[in-house]
């Protein structure tokens, strides 16, 4: 029971980055990993506010989303350059290489090309 006179203590919120991927549909047979950043109370707070987003983000087009969400707390209390927005560790016998070219440089990425 609460004492007269005393409010809740109201959970603060935090920034959390939450990462989501999504399959585009034809013609473009693309995967997508978009990562947004969300004020709450809680991780599980944080992949809520995502995952309604990401509800939102199929209805406008080609692309479905695959319920995968992976969060991050940012320790910051504010986002600043240079801000760490996210981090995932993983555990691996590749070597640095196989690892790049296993995960992230296959060869079929679409990045752009610095002019």
């Not at 509800?55 to 692309?63: M, N, Q, S």
Request: aromatic residues 14%.
């Amino acid at each position: 029971m609460r004492k007269r006179g005393k409010k809740p203590k109201k959970s603060k919120a935090d920034w959390y980055a939450v990462r989501c991927i999504f399959r585009w549909r034809e013609p473009y047979d693309s995967y997508e990993e978009r990562i947004t950043v969300w004020r709450a109370t809680s991780q599980e707070e944080a992949i809520e506010l995502a995952e309604q987003e990401a509800a939102e983000y199929c209805e406008a087009g080609p692309f479905d989303y695959l319920n995968l969400a992976q969060a991050y707390h940012l320790s910051d209390e504010a986002i600043q350059p240079g801000a760490e927005v996210f981090s995932l560790l993983r555990d691996s016998d590749l070597t640095p290489e196989n690892y790049l070219s296993t995960f992230f440089d296959t060869g079929t990425e679409r990045q752009a090309e610095e002019s």
